[in-house]
């Protein structure tokens, strides 16, 4: 069961725990995603936290340690407001899984991101509010919900302090100008734009400031980057790499895979997306497997650095079948692999690698 205030067409992955992502032509009807439509994705259960004895505490190397209520959150720290996009790691990990098998993991399409108008204090705000101890390096974040998976009790993860006191960086009590809702977070929840997902911590009750990064099994374990050559046999989780920032991504949503659409001038629209806060500068679309490329038109999106680029481009197609491929460019010109089999990885992460829709026009 969806919860109840979820689109009808949202896809569901899992029932416990609820995991969902949006379908990708509603997705791409809305440069801010509506909530009912925003993905979902969760380890644990659902907390049911009380609002009147809900505590933040902030503690580790810092100068006072601070415990607080939501309503001091609210009024005694400035509100900000951040349109971000934010994408679980996980995204597109179906392409990942055509080039080589993913057993154990959600094999999402292409729909695990959405973007919000987030609203609440900036991170640095209440750091500076403790005091940053000298010796700190790294934030850590830990949630309310309960996990079975791995040794952690709670969910948890940290991002690098310079990242924490960026101030784009926000402990959210607003998701599109309305309280959060319980599965993306209430009370409050860290969001960390331009890295994956999984920094972005729910139902957030302890920051602790210190010299190394979270020991939580989701920072520690999981969402780490290995090489194609590592398996789940041969695996060494004190290796990899911790992924931060999201890398650059492309996908088109409408038309869908396998659609049949009438030969002639056919509109072609989705999302790309740049990791860090880099800029989508060009998107590239190619009917011949990145022989030729023709320019998209970028759309929504430019002035948010922390937002998706939606683009459009129109492509005269003759009867026939014929695959779509699309690629983006970002502001430190790096775009993207033509395919995933090189960049597969045994949990699936990142896959950013070309993304193709196949259409047959009659
Ligand atoms: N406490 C907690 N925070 C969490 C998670 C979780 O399971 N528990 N999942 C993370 C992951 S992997 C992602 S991608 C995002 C998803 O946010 P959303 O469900 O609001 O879309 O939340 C992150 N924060
Ligand atoms: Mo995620």
Same mark, same amino acid.
């Given at each position: 069961?969806?919860?109840?205030?979820?689109?009808?067409?949202?896809?569901?992955?899992?029932?416990?725990?609820?995991?969902? =992502?949006?379908? +990708? $032509?509603?997705? &791409?009807?809305? *440069?801010?995603?509506? /909530?009912?439509?925003?993905? #979902?994705?969760?380890? !644990?259960?659902?907390?049911?936290?009380?609002?009147?004895?809900?505590?933040?505490?902030?503690?580790?190397?810092?100068?006072?340690?601070? =415990?607080?209520? +939501? $309503?001091?959150? &609210?009024?005694? *720290?400035?509100?900000? /407001?951040?349109?971000?996009? #934010?994408?679980?790691? !996980?995204?597109?990990?179906?392409?990942?899984?055509?080039?080589?098998?993913?057993?154990?993991?959600?094999?999402?399409?292409?729909?695990?991101?959405?973007?919000?108008?987030?609203?609440?204090?900036?991170?640095?705000?209440?750091?500076?509010?403790?005091? #940053?101890?000298?010796?700190?390096?790294?934030?850590?974040?830990?949630?309310?919900?309960?996990?079975?998976?791995?040794?952690?009790?709670?969910?948890?993860?940290?991002?690098?302090?310079?990242?924490?006191?960026?101030?784009?960086?926000?402990?959210?009590?607003?998701?599109?100008?309305?309280?959060?809702?319980?599965?993306?977070?209430?009370?409050?929840?860290?969001?960390?734009?331009?890295?994956?997902?999984?920094?972005?911590?729910?139902?957030?009750?302890?920051?602790?400031?210190?010299?190394?990064?979270?020991?939580?099994?989701?920072?520690?374990?999981?969402?780490?980057?290995?090489?194609?050559?590592?398996?789940?046999?041969?695996?060494?989780?004190?290796?990899?790499?911790?992924?931060?920032?999201?890398?650059?991504?492309?996908?088109?949503?409408?038309?869908?895979?396998?659609?049949?659409?009438?030969?002639?001038?056919?509109?072609?629209?989705?999302?790309?997306?740049?990791?860090?806060?880099?800029?989508?500068?060009?998107?590239?679309?190619?009917?011949?497997?990145?022989?030729?490329?023709?320019?998209?038109?970028?759309?929504?999106?430019?002035?948010?650095?922390?937002?998706?680029?939606?683009?459009?481009?129109?492509?005269?197609?003759?009867?026939?079948?014929?695959?779509?491929?699309?690629?983006?460019?970002?502001?430190?010109?790096?775009?993207?692999?033509?395919?995933?089999?090189?960049?597969?990885?045994?949990?699936?992460?990142?896959?950013?690698?070309?993304?193709?829709?196949?259409?047959?026009?009659?």
């Amino acid at each position: 069961m969806q919860p109840p205030d979820k689109h009808p067409k949202i896809i569901v992955q899992d029932q416990q725990p609820f995991n969902a =992502e949006s379908p +990708l $032509e509603p997705l &791409r009807r809305s *440069f801010v995603t509506p /909530t009912e439509l925003f993905y #979902v994705r969760n380890h !644990g259960t659902i907390p049911e936290v009380d609002p009147a004895s809900y505590r933040l505490t902030v503690s580790g190397m810092v100068e006072r340690q601070l =415990e607080l209520s +939501l $309503e001091e959150i &609210r009024d005694e *720290f400035p509100k900000e /407001t951040v349109t971000a996009t #934010v994408q679980c790691a !996980g995204n597109r990990r179906q392409g990942l899984m055509e080039a080589q098998q993913i057993p154990g993991e959600t094999p999402w399409g292409a729909g695990a991101l959405g973007n919000a108008r987030w609203s609440g204090v900036p991170l640095r705000e209440v750091l500076q509010a403790a005091g #940053v101890g000298e010796e700190a390096r790294h934030v850590a974040f830990a949630g309310l919900d309960e996990i079975e998976e791995g040794w952690s009790p709670n969910y948890g993860s940290s991002v690098p302090l310079h990242k924490g006191m960026s101030p784009e960086v926000l402990l959210a009590y607003e998701m599109n100008g309305e309280p959060l809702r319980s599965e993306h977070g209430f009370p409050l929840r860290a969001v960390v734009p331009g890295y994956i997902g999984a920094r972005s911590v729910k139902w957030l009750s302890d920051i602790t400031l210190q010299y190394v990064p979270s020991d939580n099994y989701f920072q520690a374990h999981e969402y780490k980057l290995f090489p194609p050559y590592v398996t789940e046999e041969t695996v060494d989780y004190t290796e990899g790499f911790a992924l931060g920032e999201i890398s650059l991504n492309a996908v088109t949503c409408s038309p869908s895979d396998g659609e049949e659409l009438s030969a002639g001038p056919v509109p072609f629209r989705g999302y790309a997306i740049a990791g860090g806060g880099r800029t989508i500068e060009r998107v590239d679309l190619s009917t011949d497997e990145g022989q030729s490329w023709i320019g998209a038109d970028l759309k929504e999106g430019e002035g948010h650095p922390w937002a998706w680029r939606f683009w459009e481009a129109t492509m005269e197609l003759d009867r026939g079948k014929h695959q779509i491929v699309v690629r983006a460019l970002d502001s430190a010109a790096d775009t993207q692999p033509a395919d995933a089999g090189g960049i597969w990885n045994f949990k699936g992460y990142a896959n950013n690698a070309w993304h193709s829709v196949e259409v047959d026009a009659r």
